[in-house]
Structures are given as structure tokens and as C-alpha cells.
């Protein structure tokens, strides 16, 4: 007999049109049916043009007739009135299915990469992972959203100020091949950021919808650690196609990773991998230290039935490039550190096509 189960994987085939992303992620597939090889869904859309809703509805009928075992199909598309950002976003392209975001223009994805607690590393994978992604021939651009310890304009070697454009928008400043933005661009040194959630959420917010990034194949997102406001603020200004997560291979770091992991659950964004970083250290002689133990990151992303993108060991030539911003897969791309990245960023694009 079909099961519930069975209908809502099916589903996942089925694209909002003009996103990567699926109906079942997005959180429109409401209701799910399934007796005697019939199967009834109900899908919510908040906004849009009638022909999404008609594509939606004949994509889902063709996806959920190809279960084994289903012999009639009904599927119902409620659509309700459009909200102002939806209006917003139907002018540039399609409609968001999501009431309060914005599809960027010109940008294909958009991947946050974030971590439970901080000392992770999460930085160094997000400036490594841009490169390694614009090394295999993406237009990227990576916008450092900690707000409080900025640390991008350091690990890429960078530190002006964007222009402003014809468009009255800041226009990225760009090394290495990959477009930049962060709050660190816009203070004088060593100045602290001492702000409320508020001007977090505002300032995200205009780093996303009022830079001109042009067109990318991915905008990285550098999250700063923990599920606070920088996070929720990500989340609701525009559809995320994943969240990218970093951790170290103790369980100190994986106990959180779970808490992060729930988090983009909770607020419909697909995790796209689990990067273990730290993974183990070796010594000049030869011998393989497993500093803080290793293999965790694979094993939760076992638990979790999502993809383990790669482990990263410790080199001293990928915290020297980060000192010196010049990321090791820019530097030494050809060596073991570089490689690593390189590896991760090649099973990003697998898991995203």
C-alpha cells in the first residue's frame, strides 16, 4: 500500500518555477492523502501568477502517477492573493513563494554555510569553498553576514569600501575572483558593532536586496555560529537552496550541529552536506594525530540522511593564507590543503544538480 511517505518523496521532483529548490521544501505541500491506490494533495501558494499554479499542479500530478501503485490522482492548488514582496519579486522575475522573501535577481543559488558553535572554522571552509567553487569555473560571491566579528575582509585579503552604482545600490568590491560584502567594509578598524536584532535584520537585508551582485552561479553566505538573529533574518528575507553545515569531529560540536540542522528544518531549508573540519593533523614524521577524534561529521551525516561533503585536516597552510588573504585554494591550489576544499566545493555542485 503507498504510504503518506512515499506521495511527499515524489513531490520533491516537482520544482517551484524559476527556483531550484522543490514544493515539499518550500513547505506548500499541505495536505497528503493516500488509500486504495488514490492519492489526494493539497498545496498552498501564498501569491504567484495562475501559470505556476497550473505548472505546479500538472508537475505534481505526473510525479505522484509515476508511484507504483497509484491508480487515480487529485491535487488541489489553493492560491491566495499576493503579499507585497511577492509583488515585488514578480516584477524581475517569478513570484516568491514565500510571502515576506525576494528572489535576488541574477543569482542562480543562494547557500548558507553555518555551524552550531563557533571556533569551527566555519569561515575558513566559507572563504576556501568560494574559491574552490570560482576554481571550477562558477561565478561566485560570498557575503560575510557576522555582523559582530567580521572576518572576511581579512581571510580575503580585502578591506575598502564598495561604490555605488548607477542604480543607487553598492556595487561588491571583488578579490580572487569572488564578489564581496560584509559589515567590516563599512567601519573603521577595530571599531565594534554594538547593535540589537533589529539593525542586524535591516542590515542583512540590505546587503542582500541593495547590492548590485550581478549575475552568480552562487552567493556563500558566512553565517555567524548559534540559530539568533542573523540566521532568521537570512531565512526570511530570501529562499535559501541549503544550508551548508561545518563542524568538528567531537561531539562538543556535533551536539549543536543538531540544534542548527533543526533550525533550518523548522523554517523549510534543505541541508545540503556536513563538512568535518579539523578532521586530523600530520606530523612532520608522518604520523596521523586525530586531534579531536574523527569521522563524527560522516557518521552524523549518516544520522541526519544527508550528504557528508568532504573532511578537511589541519594544514598550517590554510590558516597561513587566511592570515595573509590569500586562501590556499588561490595560493596552492594544486597541493593536498587546496584539494581538500576543491573536494568539498565538487560535491556541492553534485548535490545541487
Known amino acids: 500500500m503507498v504510504t503518506e511517505n512515499e506521495i511527499r518523496e515524489a513531490l520533491k521532483a516537482v520544482r517551484y518555477p524559476g527556483y531550484t529548490r522543490d514544493i515539499v521544501s518550500f513547505g506548500l505541500v499541505k495536505e497528503i492523502a493516500a488509500s486504495n491506490g488514490a492519492a489526494s494533495v493539497v498545496i498552498h501558494l501564498t501569491g504567484g501568477k495562475p501559470e505556476a499554479a497550473a505548472e505546479i499542479k500538472a508537475e505534481s500530478e505526473r510525479a505522484i502517477r509515476a508511484v507504483p ?8 492548488v489553493r492560491q491566495q492573493g499576493a503579499a507585497p514582496g511577492a509583488a515585488a519579486a514578480s516584477a524581475g522575475g517569478p513570484a516568491s513563494p514565500w510571502s515576506q522573501q525576494n528572489k535576488v535577481p541574477g543569482i542562480k543559488r543562494i547557500v548558507a554555510v553555518a555551524s552550531g558553535k563557533g571556533g ?11 574559491c574552490g567553487l570560482t576554481h571550477l569555473g562558477s561565478k561566485v560571491g560570498l557575503l560575510d553576514c557576522d ?8 581571510m580575503m585579503g580585502i578591506n575598502r569600501k564598495p561604490t555605488i552604482g548607477d542604480q543607487e545600490k553598492m556595487v561588491p568590491p571583488e578579490n580572487h575572483g ?3 560584502m560584509s559589515i567590516g567594509f563599512l567601519l573603521e578598524d ?3 558593532v554594538i547593535w540589537r536584532g533589529p539593525m542586524i535584520m535591516k542590515t542583512i537585508q540590505q546587503f542582500l536586496l541593495s547590492v548590485e551582485w550581478g549575475e552568480l552561479d552562487y552567493l556563500l553566505v558566512d553565517l555567524p555560529p548559534g540559530t539568533g538573529d542573523a540566521q532568521l533574518s537570512l531565512c526570511q528575507t530570501v529562499p535559501l537552496d541549503g544550508g551548508v553545515i561545518v563542524t568538528t569531529p567531537q561531539e562538543a560540536s556535533l551536539g549543536v550541529v543538531r540544534k542548527g540542522i533543526a533550525m533550518f528544518q523548522k523554517v523549510n531549508v534543505p541541508i545540503l552536506g556536513i563538512v568535518e573540519n579539523m578532521s586530523y593533523f600530520t606530523t612532520p614524521t608522518g604520523d596521523r ?3 579531536f577524534g574523527h569521522g563524527g ?7 541526519q540522511n544527508v550528504r557528508f561533503l568532504g573532511e578537511v585536516p589541519i594544514f598550517t597552510e590554510i590558516r597561513e593564507g587566511g592570515d595573509k588573504g590569500t586562501p590556499v585554494v588561490v595560493s596552492r591550489p594544486e597541493t593536498a590543503p587546496a584539494r581538500a576544499f576543491i573536494s568539498v566545493a565538487e560535491a556541492l555542485n553534485q548535490e545541487l544538480k
Not at 501503485?69 to 488541489?76: A, C, D, F, H, K
Open 190 to 192: 577595530d571599531q565594534p
Open 69 to 76: 501503485g497509484i491508480n487515480s490522482v487529485y491535487v488541489e
Open 147 to 154: 555582523i559582530y566579528g567580521p572576518s572576511i575582509p581579512l
Open 289 to 291: 594525530v586525530e586531534i
Open 178 to 180: 569572488v564578489r564581496l
Open 297 to 303: 561529521g560522516r557518521a552524523e551525516a549518516g544520522r
Open 120 to 130: 569551527v572554522g566555519k569561515s575558513t571552509v566559507s572563504v576556501n569553498l568560494a
